[in-house]
């Protein structure tokens, strides 16, 4: 079975560009997760799809990140201006849902490193 | 809302050497309890999961981890530690109905040769 891909693995930019980060989750998983992981600190969610609609993006910072799935498969995760504590992993997952309950744990990628300097 | 504490932030232990990990939740209602690894370079792992049932759940290389419904714990443990055990090993946890993992600090474990 093959992965969650993510890519790029490494981005760095300068405060105020923009960025894209892209997901491709298991084949057959309808939930996609992207979450942010600041150095030292535990994956925190940003945004939840349930096929190409949002379930929860509650702690996702709209001003400036925005992220769409739009055929239920692959996903993009952007900023737009980046900033400095913008610097983190960017983390995709994605997992078999059914009956609105978490069948077996996430399967993550490898994850984005973004520089932000 | 729910959160995961993982008291220790770093462990340094010499191979051979017992180790157990703490992991505190706090929510009062059904849980899914995981653990994950992160060996470095590489993608967060699945070590072991908790639904349902016996308490004393078993994982990959060795990893076992005890869920204690009084104490809101689900501690990670294993008998004897190797240097390839080096990593960053997180808990995570799905309480009720909530769709989403939330996951603790982590602890990075430090295995000495």
């Known amino acids: 079975e093959a992965g969650v891909a993510q890519s790029p693995r490494y981005k760095i930019i300068e405060k105020r560009q923009s960025v894209a980060f892209w997901c491709n989750p298991i084949?057959?998983?309808?939930?996609l997760y992207w979450y942010q992981q600041i150095l030292g600190q535990g994956p925190k969610l940003l945004i939840q799809?349930?096929?190409?609609?949002?379930?929860?993006d509650s702690q996702l910072p709209k001003d400036r990140f925005s992220a769409e799935r739009l055929k239920g498969v692959d996903s993009t995760l952007k900023i737009q201006p980046a900033k400095l504590e913008d610097s983190a992993v960017y983390l995709c997952?994605?997992?078999?849902?059914?009956?609105?309950?978490?069948?077996?744990?996430?399967?993550f990628g490898s994850g984005t490193r973004l520089t932000v300097v | 809302a729910q959160s995961v504490s993982q008291h220790n932030h770093h462990v340094i232990l010499s191979e051979a050497a017992s180790l157990e990990l703490g992991c505190n939740y706090s929510?009062?209602?059904?849980?899914?309890l995981f653990w994950y690894v992160q060996y470095p370079g590489q993608h967060l792992q699945l070590l072991l999961k908790?639904?349902?049932?016996?308490?004393l759940v078993k994982g990959i290389k060795g990893f076992e981890a005890e869920f204690i419904k009084s104490k809101f714990s689900f501690n990670l443990r294993k008998p004897s530690v190797q240097w390839s055990d080096t990593a960053e090993y997180f808990c995570?946890?799905?309480?009720?109905?909530?769709?989403?993992?939330?996951f603790g600090s982590g602890t990075q474990l430090t295995v000495l040769p």
């Open positions: 997952a994605s997992s078999l849902v059914s009956g609105g309950a978490i069948q077996t744990g996430y399967t």
């Open positions: 908790y639904f349902s049932g016996d308490p």
């Open positions: 799809f349930q096929n190409n609609g949002v379930v929860d």
């Open positions: 995570a946890v799905r309480a009720g109905s909530a769709r989403q993992l939330t």
């Open positions: 929510y009062g209602g059904t849980v899914n």
């Open positions: 084949s057959g998983h309808a939930t």
